[in-house]
């Protein structure tokens, strides 16, 4: 079963929803929180859509499963809402917006929170994908509200799928007829680098240690995670505190350089985050005139929890950021209203894509918010227009790292040096998924409603002719 191969007047039309799910083993055990981590699995999704002309054009994104069914997910609750849409060739950015909206509102009797925002989010991720590519611009231009729609007489030459520059006649802060409409190019985005976890088995030297290295290749923000081990974390945070800024030549400063420990939600309330900062040797408030112990502590406790983490706030002095996998907006709303978030983070698959994403970081940046971002550095990095937001990635050297293999997944996305990273200029994200990870089926799709066994080894797709929309018709 196909979809249409033509779509009516300027309009593209979203013809399939395909997922693949790949799992990475770690080369040892990672404790996060209150988990025990032995694997990675991720599942990627792409979104196909055909052009007036014919021409197919496909958005891809990708996330941490954290071992939930999302391929399930995206397949049966979300796809149905999306396949069978049309993106307005001269502003592809309304029909995403709009296809998110039907996605939120067709899903929201079991959805609008958790597991199924975040499958909306991957599904928005991959058609803003779709988007820059149709409009022939980097996703973080296409997201400027500045920026004019491009005219529907002269429209932008579609982008094959690839390519690797803008055309000449598009490049970023121009339209079809050279005109400016937009900033030429963002800034490069701070950028933060997971350097290390304490695993059973190493002294706290050698995990100071592996942290100094990452320092000396000139990232000033570096993340560790929190063992569960307090004499441990006293004797690393002491080495950091005595050599990290020798080797930076940067003192601590809240949401932007020294050390980050990010604790999972691994404390179950107040007193018990306290009593292991107490530990530390860091449970109260730095003399006055000096640096804060780190440059931030990271999702001490569970993010409705907003009254403790305030309350961890007020008797540390330590700057708290919180977001990771947090996927209602209003649980962050809250967290800032207590003055519990000194660095705002966003996970932008979780709280359900770049459609919810980028107007969020714009308004805590409008509050002078320090943003940061959870993982997904290719997408994250087109949020937040000129000034951007703070860009995390573990190591991405060929090697790999031992904590998380993401970087191995992902072809192109942004360029880091000396603890930034630059957005791409081609058009779209600018990364493509590793077909060595995943692989989308390309033969037309089955029923979305059957299993991932019955559509083929870890492939899944919706197409066009297996839903026919039932619901959003008005809209249509």
């Known amino acids: 079963m196909t979809g249409r191969t033509t779509s009516p007047g300027g309009l593209a ?5 395909r997922t693949s799910t790949t799992v990475v083993a770690l080369p040892q055990p990672l404790q996060l929180g209150a988990m025990t981590v032995t694997r990675r699995e991720y599942v990627g999704v792409q979104v196909r859509a055909v052009l007036p002309d014919g021409t197919e054009v496909t958005g891809v994104s990708y996330a941490l499963t954290r071992e939930a069914p999302m391929a399930e997910i995206v397949e049966r609750l979300v796809a149905p809402h999306v396949v069978g849409r049309d993106l307005p060739v001269d502003d592809p950015a309304a029909g995403v917006r709009a ?6 509102r067709g899903s929201a009797i079991v959805g609008r929170v958790g597991l199924v ?3 909306i989010g991957l599904v928005d991720v991959a058609l803003w994908d779709v988007a820059g590519k149709v409009a022939g611009v980097p996703v973080w231009r296409l997201l400027e509200p500045a920026v004019r729609p491009v005219s529907a007489v002269s429209p932008v030459p579609v ?3 690839g390519a690797a520059q803008v055309p000449s006649s598009t490049r970023p802060g121009q339209g079809p007829s ?8 963002p800034a490069r985005r701070p950028a933060i680098l997971v350097a290390a976890y304490p695993t059973p088995g190493r002294t706290a030297r050698a995990v100071a240690d592996e942290v100094l290295d990452r320092a000396r290749e000139g990232w000033p923000l570096l993340k560790i995670s929190r063992s569960p081990d307090r004499d441990l974390m006293r004797d690393l945070l002491a080495i950091l505190h005595a050599e990290l800024p020798g080797v930076t030549g940067r003192p601590t400063e809240a949401g932007r350089s020294g050390v980050v420990v990010d604790v999972g939600f691994g404390w179950r309330d107040a007193d018990e985050a306290l009593a292991d900062l107490d530990a530390w040797g860091i449970g109260v408030p730095a003399p006055a005139g000096e640096p804060p112990a780190l440059a931030w502590l990271e999702d001490p406790v569970l993010p409705e929890d907003a009254a403790g983490a ?13 977001g990771d996998e947090v996927t209602d907006p209003e649980v962050l709303a809250r967290l800032a209203a207590l003055g519990a978030l000194d660095v705002a983070r966003v996970d932008v698959v979780g709280i359900g894509g770049l459609t919810v994403a980028d107007p969020l970081v714009r308004s805590w940046q409008d509050a002078g918010l320090v943003t940061s971002s959870h993982v997904y550095p290719e997408v994250s990095v087109h949020l937040g227009g000129a000034a951007g937001i703070g860009i995390e990635t573990f190591e991405r050297s060929p090697q790999g790292n031992p904590y998380d293999p993401a970087p191995l997944l992902v072809e192109g996305g942004p360029e880091f040096s000396a603890g930034t990273a630059l957005p791409p200029e081609a058009p779209g994200l600018g990364f493509a998924l590793s077909p060595a990870y995943f692989t989308f089926d390309p033969a037309p799709s089955l029923p979305s409603m059957r299993s991932a066994s019955e559509t083929g080894p870890g492939t899944t797709a919706c197409s066009t002719d297996d839903n026919r929309m039932l619901d959003d018709q008005e809209d249509r």
């Open 117 to 119: 925002r975040r499958a």
């Open 178 to 185: 050279g005109a400016t409409t937009g900033p030429v190019a």
């Open 13 to 17: 039309r979203i013809t399939d929803v």
């Open 159 to 161: 982008v094959p799928d």
């Open 310 to 322: 305030a309350h961890i706030r007020e008797v540390t002095g330590l700057p708290l950021a919180i």
């Open 99 to 104: 296809a998110w909206d039907a996605a939120l």
